[in-house]
């Protein structure tokens, strides 16, 4: 971002490379734009993507990008997922899960990572459990969104 002089001491902002929620610490770095608290979920922050546009991690990045394209399903998406569902639960899930994540080319071992924090959870979903299918494609109708 800027020619670092010689002997010069150096930041390091974590918004740039980790996404981690059991990552939080408070900071002391004594910075002019220090949060205070680094989480997780700081690379969220619009100031600091403003600030460190092109300048994060891949993975980081993509995050970005994906919370850019994320959106509500429209009542024509969930027509396409209800009318495909029966024929095939996890393709129907996975292109309205596409669009709610915004992530377009995800699989749906990804998707299911961002839709259920709880391990339990996602084993039936990877599983194919009919009942948690069911509640999955229910959730989204109801509120067209994760």
């Known amino acids: 971002m800027r020619d670092i002089a010689v002997g010069e001491e150096l930041t390091y902002d974590y918004a740039t490379s980790d996404a981690s929620d059991y990552d939080e610490f ?3 770095c004594g910075s002019d734009n220090c949060r205070g608290r680094v989480s ?4 969220k922050l619009l ?3 403003s600030r460190y546009q092109n300048m994060f991690s891949p993975y ?3 995050k970005i990008q994906a919370a850019q394209l994320a959106r509500a399903l429209t009542k024509r998406d969930v027509e396409d997922l209800m009318n495909n569902y029966d024929d095939n ?4 899930l996975t292109y309205a899960l596409r669009i709610a994540t915004g ?3 995800a699989s749906w ?3 299911v990572t961002q839709v259920s924090p709880d391990l339990e959870h996602r084993e039936l979903l990877y599983g194919a459990d009919q ?3 069911d509640k999955l494609a229910q959730h989204l109708n109801e509120r067209r969104s994760i």
Do not use: I, T, Y
Not at 89 to 92: D, L, M, S, V
């Open 109 to 111: 071992r990804s998707l």
């Open 40 to 43: 997780g979920n700081d690379w």
């Open 47 to 49: 100031d600091l993507q």
């Open 26 to 28: 408070e900071c002391a």
């Open 131 to 133: 009942s948690s299918l």
């Open 60 to 62: 980081v990045q993509r």
């Open 89 to 92: 639960p996890q393709q129907a």
């Open 103 to 105: 992530m377009p080319n």
